[in-house]
């Protein structure tokens, strides 16, 4: 048995939005190390049941260009 862990950071969202794949993909693991505070926000977001789409909102609402 193996365990997958998955640093998350802001740039590794953006890339995931930029190319139109699901962030479900990226969320597909057992353990997560987010490098900052607004890629943990983001799975929060996702976990609520937020879409991609709707997430590429808030994070262009924040300031960060997706």
């Known amino acids: 048995m193996s365990f ?3 640093y998350i950071s802001i740039e590794t ?3 995931y939005l930029e190319k139109k794949q699901d962030l479900e ?3 597909n693991s057992d353990c997560y190390i ?3 505070e607004i890629s943990s926000e ?3 977001l996702h976990g609520e049941g937020f879409t ?3 997430i ?3 994070l262009n609402n924040y ?3 997706c």
């Open 13 to 15: 969202i953006l890339d």
């Open 4 to 6: 997958h862990k998955r």
């Open 52 to 54: 991609d789409d709707e």
């Open 56 to 58: 590429k909102l808030k």
């Open 34 to 36: 987010f490098r900052d």
């Open 42 to 44: 983001v799975y929060k």
């Open 25 to 27: 993909k990226l969320f």
């Open 63 to 65: 300031g960060t260009n």
